[in-house]
């Protein structure tokens, strides 16, 4: 730690010691330069066009599309495959993300006017883009490739850089309401802009604030949501689990169940028992539980966001900077009540009706402990709070030093504290202590020491069974803190080293240190594994720092020549130092030719890389259900399905559940398994090779008309995730090998990677590591035209002023994880995304005086299911056919003062596909619009 707080102090003194060289008298005013620095490039040239594919979406844009969250515009480009939206709800941590290239949230890099937003999360440490400020985006500038080379680590996928509006003059008030056609789904955005020049114009001072409030929608507010198309849970109405080894020799009836009932019992309204109704299609006489209702098409959301920028030029050649971020954001996401599995039911429990004691006493054993689980509808739905309070502040310097060159440095810091509210989950402890209740109204003196408070609880009825005084004792609401902050100091010089005969050598040379530190506290329930409905997690403390040198070049080869207007390479190099995995090189290589005014040739390779967060490094089991299908079962729990098992397969399963599966027609009660996941200390950093090659064409007898086209290739080397993939690998691994004692079915450092319980069920262990690869590689088109109406027809007022047309279109070709393809399926089998084969967005912008008309379509390419991938094939899953959303707007500047906008979104009112194994309910939430048709008005006032 000393030699690295030394090397600290050196890139600190490196930061302020750049200036020490500039000499004011040989320098212009910094606030008379004119520059173009790209994203992807810290090199200023003119007339510029990066040699990396960069997509920019502006200010005017995002309005038009009436979306008042950043994270819904990006996801319509097609570069982009949605992340965590205001529509997540399980998984969902809160948090609004984006995800470029499908690599996953953490290797996206997010930065705010050239420099890193401090991240939310603890285990993607992602930025939450919920924190940024929306109405204050001029632009926001997407590089799609590897960018470590620029900007460092987590830049694989490519880079999403807000540039913001810091040089703003007067006062702007801005405010937008939203609403559904159902009525509800209400938005409300207020949001104010101040900003001054001071001292002769040398100084801007631009300050900003706003507050946004968002409704909860329900399932059951959709009539394609409201019933569960995974066949619901059978965690529902009270039963009792049929363990094989000490098995009920015989069950009651169930003649109203239209499917053979299971050999687990549930109970009558008057307390005695009988067969459990497992209907996988939801039936009126199901036993299985609807969870689909209760959760969340849209989380309730309310946000307060500030910011100031400012800028001074304390001399005719340095300039001051600073910044300040602050962001207050709650949002809670909601789930069924908690299901209760695996509770034991002592054999002379008060409460248990004469016809479950006569079917306890009837079993091998009748003494032991019967396995019980039941849905806790009394103690409410699980309610998830999510806070989060992020705090950033940037000062630096910028100068023009002699010769042309310039320089800048600055001093980070961000802290951002995140805490997690859970509402309503059920004590494991309590519940214990109630089923052990020595009567009906008495706990009894054991147990009263053990469990002060104790209250008898009726477990074992329908719903209401459970008094309001019981309910309260068993109710658990917990909360966690995570704690993530981050320093960071940084040194840049740029300028031109010689004149070559096609023009100036450009450089740019910096230092970075970073430091970044996690603190994740979880509540003493939680970490205990006293809980039912949430997953445990253990503590996580720990912090790695980074210290780094990089370097860029632009060489202009040829210039002026026939066929060669110009021909040139973008070089660059970063080292970088980390104190977790040690050193890291990533670099880039890139050229360009431009044969003649107008058309101009690209390409790049881009070695990036990514460092293991900290999260990565020392998570230590934390509990998850993912989406599996237990090789064991008889039937497909999604879709009811036969499914054949072979005699291998069979005889292992009989040697792992004790039973032969067939013989006792074994389905698996969930989807989804319990599974316990570790990080690994040992990790290495993530690496990337990017190759971009592509067009760009500006020509000059099409005026206003930008074309390009690039194709793009990804190859994530020593993928951070777990091990065989998933826990679906892992599964996969350990069936393959037909022995449970191999390396495949278990880790010598946790136990069984693949294990069962008591009542049979399924359960697995997983830890991450470097074990994984993907490839993607595609073709993106973009083209933009701003049609001159007026210049062509005349500027009669009639026929309008402007036309402008923008389409951005994306071809993948491939996209494989550990050798599967995944490209064109949907689904949560291994990878929970959609990932069409083509998706597009089409905008259509006229200008008629001082109304402007919008139209903006999104397309989606048909898909299958995941779980039809041969790796994983299940059958009986249905496809996702193609999808075509459209928008319309309209902007009228009323007077110069006052701008008033409106629109409807999603104009056709088109329902999400239903598909089965869907990662957030029936559908994927974050691809597709689950409100239906909108409408929303607001408008502009300035002064």
């Not at 969902?92 to 999360?121: C, E, H, K, W, Y």
Request: with cysteine.
């Amino acid at each position: 730690m000393k030699s690295r707080s030394v090397r600290a102090a050196l890139l600190a003194s490196a930061a302020l010691g750049v200036f020490a060289v500039a000499p004011a008298a040989q320098a212009q005013q910094a606030s008379d330069l004119e520059e173009i620095v790209v994203t992807g490039s810290r090199i200023a040239r003119q007339d510029f066009v990066a040699n990396s594919p960069v997509s920019t979406v502006t200010s005017e844009q995002i309005q038009a599309t009436g979306s008042l969250a950043v994270e819904q515009v990006l996801n319509t480009l097609p570069q982009v495959v949605p992340g965590f939206t205001a529509a997540s709800n399980n998984p969902s941590d809160g948090t609004a993300t984006v995800d470029l290239r499908g690599l996953g949230a953490s290797r996206t890099l997010v930065l705010v006017n050239n420099r890193r937003f401090n991240p939310s999360t603890k285990g993607s440490s992602s930025v939450d883009l919920n924190n940024i400020p929306a109405r204050l985006i001029e632009r926001v500038e997407v590089v799609t490739g590897g960018a470590s080379a620029v900007y460092g680590s987590d830049a694989l996928a490519g880079v999403v850089n807000f540039i913001l509006k810091d040089d703003f003059e007067g006062l702007e008030f801005n405010s937008q309401y939203n609403i559904t056609e159902e009525g509800d789904g209400r938005q409300i955005d207020n949001s104010m802009i101040i900003g001054a020049n001071f001292d002769n114009g040398r100084g801007n001072v631009t300050a900003f604030a706003s507050h946004y409030d968002r409704n909860r929608v329900l399932g059951a507010d959709r009539d394609w949501a409201r019933i569960s198309n995974a066949g619901g849970s059978a965690t529902g109405r009270a039963r009792f689990d049929n363990v094989p080894l000490n098995p009920f020799p015989s069950r009651p009836t169930n003649a109203g169940c239209p499917a053979a009932a299971s050999t687990n019992l549930t109970f009558n309204a008057d307390g005695s028992v009988r067969g459990f109704c497992n209907d996988l299609d939801l039936g009126p006489s199901t036993d299985r539980y609807n969870f689909a209702p209760v959760n969340n098409l849209q989380s309730p959301a309310e946000r307060i966001t500030a910011a100031f920028l400012s800028h001074y030029d304390v001399t005719d050649w340095l300039q001051f900077t600073g910044e300040g971020f602050y962001s207050d954001s709650r949002r809670g996401a909601q789930l069924a009540p908690t299901p209760l599995t695996g509770a034991l039911v002592p054999a002379n429990n008060p409460f248990l009706s004469p016809t479950v004691r006569a079917a306890l006493a009837a079993r091998p054993d009748p003494n032991a402990p019967v396995i019980m689980r039941r849905r806790m509808e009394e103690v409410g739905a699980r309610v998830q709070d999510s806070s989060s309070k992020l705090f950033q502040g940037n000062f630096g310097f910028e100068a023009e030093l002699p010769g042309g060159w310039r320089a800048d440095t600055f001093f980070g810091y961000g802290r951002t504290e995140f805490r997690d509210q859970i509402l309503n989950d059920v004590s494991r402890s309590r519940v214990a202590a109630a089923l052990n209740a020595a009567s009906t109204t008495s706990c009894g003196a054991a147990v009263l020491r053990l469990a002060p408070g104790c209250v008898p609880i009726n477990f074992f009825g329908p719903t209401g069974s459970i008094s309001p005084a019981g309910a309260n004792y068993i109710r658990l609401n917990i909360s966690d803190l995570t704690v993530y902050e981050r320093y960071t100091i940084n040194a840049n010089v740029s300028g031109s080293v010689v004149e070559l005969p096609a023009g100036d050598l450009g450089v740019a040379v910096g230092v970075e240190y970073r430091e970044d530190t996690l603190t994740y506290t979880p509540d003493a329930a939680k970490a205990a594994g006293d809980i039912f409905g949430f997953n445990a997690e253990q503590p996580v403390d720990g912090k790695y720092d980074v210290s780094e040198i990089y370097a860029e070049a632009v060489v202009p080869l040829i210039a002026d020549v026939p066929f060669a207007k110009y021909v040139g390479l973008e070089l660059g190099v970063r080292y970088s130092d980390y104190s977790s995995i040690d050193s890291v090189t990533s670099y880039k290589l890139g050229g360009e030719w431009a044969p003649v005014d107008g058309v101009r040739f690209r390409g790049m390779y881009q070695r990036a890389s990514r460092a293991p967060n900290v999260f990565e490094l020392f998570q230590n089991g934390d509990q998850g259900f993912p989406a599996i299908t237990d090789p064991c079962s008889t039937r497909n729990v999604n879709t009811g399905a036969v499914r054949t098992i072979s005699a291998a397969t069979r005889a292992f399963c009989t040697q792992q559940l004790g039973f032969d599966p067939v013989a006792a027609n074994f389905v698996q009660p969930n989807s989804q398994i319990e599974a316990f996941f570790f990080g690994n200390r040992n990790l290495k950093e993530e690496t990337s090779d990017t190759y971009t090659i592509g067009g760009v064409f500006q020509p000059d007898f099409v005026p206003d008309l930008d074309l390009t086209v690039d194709y793009y290739s990804i190859k994530v080397k020593d993928y951070i995730g777990t091990i065989e993939g998933g826990i679906a690998g892992i599964v996969a691994a350990c069936f393959a090998s037909l022995d449970q004692t191999s390396a495949a079915c278990r880790d010598p450092l946790i136990g069984d990677k693949v294990f069962r319980d008591a009542t049979g069920e399924l359960k697995a262990r997983g830890t991450l590591g470097n074990v994984s690869s993907l490839k993607t590689s595609g073709i993106d088109v973009g083209i933009n035209y701003k049609i001159p109406v007026a210049d062509m027809v005349g500027d009669t007022g009639i026929f309008g002023e402007k036309f402008d047309v923008g389409l951005n279109v994306t071809w993948v070709d491939s996209y494989k994880l550990d050798g599967i393809e995944y490209i064109g399926t949907a689904g949560a089998y291994n990878i929970s995304a959609t990932l069409p084969e083509w998706k597009a967005n089409l905008r259509l912008a006229y200008d008629i005086g001082p109304v402007t008309l919008t139209w903006n379509t999104q397309f989606i390419d048909k898909m299958d299911n995941q779980g039809n991938i041969p790796d994983f094939e299940d059958g009986g899953y249905s496809g996702v056919k193609t999808f075509w959303y459209h928008d319309v707007s309209f902007r009228w500047a009323v007077v110069e003062q006052v701008d008033l906008f409106g629109g409807i979104k999603n104009l056709a009112d088109k329902k999400p596909p239903v598909f089965d194994n869907s990662p957030d309910g029936n559908t994927d939430p974050n691809a597709y619009d689950v409100l239906g048709r909108q409408f929303y008005v607001g408008a502009t006032i300035k002064f």
